[in-house]
């Protein structure tokens, strides 16, 4: 079945520390790709999104993500991290073709000031 | 303009009422989705409709019943919820079904539902 895995459930970091989120995908066709954000008691927020050409992908607020197809991820980094970063972050991957976005379990992100 | 707007923000019911949620909409997207989310959970895929019509049911109880009587609306019909049912229910809309590099979903607030 296809799935879209976090393998880090919670992650704490301080302040100014770089962060790497994993995200890996079982699809076997063309993808697009989506990191959310859900800040606490608040909504999702697309961070960034992957379709097609560089794929290297600037977000918002810092963020960026790297699509290496031959590992099915699609990692998400900022190197310095602020306390406001404190959230949850689901990745997210839909087939190009279908209509059902699959969201990973997400990642719990503390930031400790 | 990216906003999808979701009414109420907090329902309470019992096994046995009869509410809805609403959700709009005005940017012209013509495909919208209801998922639901339970506490530190992904959401989940409900429905989705394009261009006013049901594409996607992913197998939803009936007690859950979506309705979308025009491009900009959706509302979800609820009717002898269990309370396993209590989640947050989100809206979310896209430019259109197979929209390739404009297929972006955007969430709304989504509404805290608490079955008694």
């Known amino acids: 079945a296809q799935s879209v895995s976090q393998h880090n459930h919670h992650v704490i970091l301080s302040e100014a520390a770089s962060l790497e989120l994993g995200c890996n995908y079982s699809?076997?066709?063309?993808?697009?790709l989506f990191w959310y954000v859900q800040y606490p008691g608040q909504h999702l927020q697309l961070l960034l999104k992957?379709?097609?050409?560089?794929?290297l992908v600037k977000g918002i607020k810092g963020f960026e993500a790297e699509f290496i197809k031959s590992k099915f991820s699609f990692n998400l980094r900022k190197p310095s991290v602020q306390w406001s970063d404190t959230a949850e972050y689901f990745c997210?991957?839909?087939?190009?073709?279908?209509?059902?976005?699959?969201f990973g379990t997400g990642t719990r992100l503390t930031i400790i000031p | 303009d990216t906003e999808v707007t979701q009414t109420p923000k907090h329902l309470v019911m019992g096994m046995t009422n009869k509410k809805s949620l609403k959700c709009e909409q005005h940017?012209?997207?013509?495909?919208m989705y209801w998922y639901k989310q339970k506490a530190k959970k992904p959401p989940e895929l409900m429905f989705v409709?394009?261009?006013?019509?049901?594409?996607i049911n992913e197998s939803v109880p009936s007690r859950f019943s979506p309705e979308c009587p025009n491009s900009s609306l959706l509302n979800l019909h609820l009717h002898a919820l269990q309370p396993e049912d209590s989640a947050l229910y989100l809206c979310?809309?896209?430019?259109?079904?197979?929209?390739?590099?404009?297929?972006?979903?955007?969430f709304g607030p989504g509404t805290r539902l608490l079955v008694l």
């Open positions: 699809y076997g066709g063309t993808v697009n």
């Open positions: 992957y379709f097609s050409g560089d794929p």
């Open positions: 940017m012209g997207h013509r495909a």
């Open positions: 997210a991957v839909i087939l190009f073709g279908n209509e059902k976005l699959t």
């Open positions: 409709y394009s261009y006013e019509k049901l594409s």
């Open positions: 979310a809309s896209k430019v259109r079904l197979l929209a390739g590099e404009g297929g972006t979903q955007y």
